[in-house]
C-alpha cells in the first residue's frame, strides 16, 4: 500500500468507512469501469451497492436517516470513488450537495419530507443554476419563477448541464424571482422541483429532452432540463422564503469545489498507480523504464502534486465543518487540484507510450475525464478570480 494521500487525525469511524469504499473500488468498480465507460451505460448496479452502504445518507444528519458525517468523510469516500470511475462521484455528488442545502436551510417540513428518503436513495437528488447563455455567470440566468393570484407560482425557462438530470427525481432550481431589488442577486429563488426519472415530460410542464453527448465523464446522465408553465407551490422555495436563492446555491458551490477538487486528486491517485506500476513492467534500453531518471523525475513529481492536491483538498474541508467562510480555500483547492490532476494524467499517459493511447488501457479513460475538472464547478479562471479578490479582503491597502 503506497503512501499517498494519507489523511492525519481520523475517526475510528471514518477509517472504517473509507476502508469500506476502498474495498468496494478495488472489487467492484475499477474491474468493470472502463466498459461501463466505453458503453457510456448507466452503472446501475454500483449504484445499488453504494445504497446498501449507506453513502447516499452519508452526511445526511442521523435524526434524518443518515450516518451524520462531515464533509470531511464525504469528500475522502469521494476521493476514493473517483480513483475508481470519476462518473460514480458524479451520480453522488449533486445528490450530496441537494441533501446540504436542505439540511441547512431547508424547512423542517422540507427536511422531514425528503431527507429520510434522500437517505435511503429513494430520491435521488441533483441541482440546477447553468444554463445555454450562461455558465459561471449566475446571475445572467433567465428562468423565470412569476407568482400567480393563488400564491403559487409558474416557471419558464431552460437549464443546462444537470448531473443527474434524468436519473434524479428531486432537483433543486434556481430560477428569477421579482423580488424588486436592484442587485440580480437578491431576485433569485431556488425550487424544489419534484419530477419522475427518466426522458421526456417527467412532471407538469418539465421536460428533460436528451442526454448529452460528452468527450468522458460518461455513464453518468448530464441533461437539459426545460420548463414550460411548470406550476408549482410557495412550500416548495427551498427555505420558505423567496429571493435567497443566489445565497442557498453559493454555499452548495462550495462544499461543490471541494468535492471537484476530490475528484481530481482521486484521478491524478489512479493516474499514478498505473504509471508507476507500468514504468515497473515496461523496458527500454536494458532497464525498466522507472530506472531511467526522466520517467522517474515525472513520477516524483506525479506523485508530489497529487498529494499537494489532498492535503489543500483536506484543509478546504476541515474548514468549511468549523463553521467557517471558505471559499479562499476551496476555490485554492479546486483550482490546484483540477489542474494538477490534468498534468499527472497527462504525465501518466506520456509514461505509457502508444499503449496510452489505446482503449484497452485504462489510462485513455482518464485522459478524457480529467478535462471537465478544469470546468466543474467554476472554471480555473473564475477560480482564480474568486481567490484574488478575497485575498485582496484579506490584504487591503490602507491608502
Known sequence: ??????????TDVQEEILRTVRGYVDDKILPVAS?????????????????DLGIFGLTIPEEYGGLGESLLTYALVVEELSRGWMSISGVINTHFILAYMISRHGTEEQKRSYLPRMATGEIRGAFSMSEPDCGSDVSAIKTKAVKNADGTYTIDGQKMWLTNGASANLVAVLVK?????????????????????????????VTVPRKIEKMGY?????????????????????????GKGFYHMMDGVEVGRVN???????????????????????????KKIAQHQAVLFRLAEMATKTEAGHQMMVRAARKKDSGARNDLEAGMAKYLASEYCAQVVEDAFRIHGGYGYSKEYEI???YREAPMLLIGEGTADIQRMIIGRRLLEDYKSGS
Open 218 to 242: 460518461k455513464g453518468v446522465d448530464t441533461t437539459e432540463l426545460l420548463f414550460d408553465g411548470h406550476r408549482i407551490g410557495a412550500d416548495r422555495i427551498l427555505g420558505g422564503t423567496s
Open 364 to 366: 485513455e479513460r482518464l
Open 35 to 51: 466498459e461501463y465507460e466505453h458503453k457510456d451505460e448507466y452503472p446501475t448496479e454500483i449504484v445499488e451497492g453504494l445504497k
Open 260 to 286: 471537484v477538487a476530490a475528484r481530481a486528486v482521486g484521478v491524478a491517485h489512479r493516474a499514478y498507480e498505473l504509471a508507476v506500476s507500468y514504468s515497473q513492467l515496461r523496458e527500454a534500453f536494458g
Open 1 to 10: 500500500m503506497g503512501r499517498l494521500c494519507e489523511t492525519e487525525g481520523l
Open 177 to 205: 424571482t421579482d423580488e424588486g431589488h436592484d442587485a440580480p442577486h437578491r431576485n433569485m429563488t431556488t425550487f424544489l422541483v419534484e419530477k419522475k426519472e427518466g426522458f421526456g415530460e417527467t412532471a407538469q410542464g
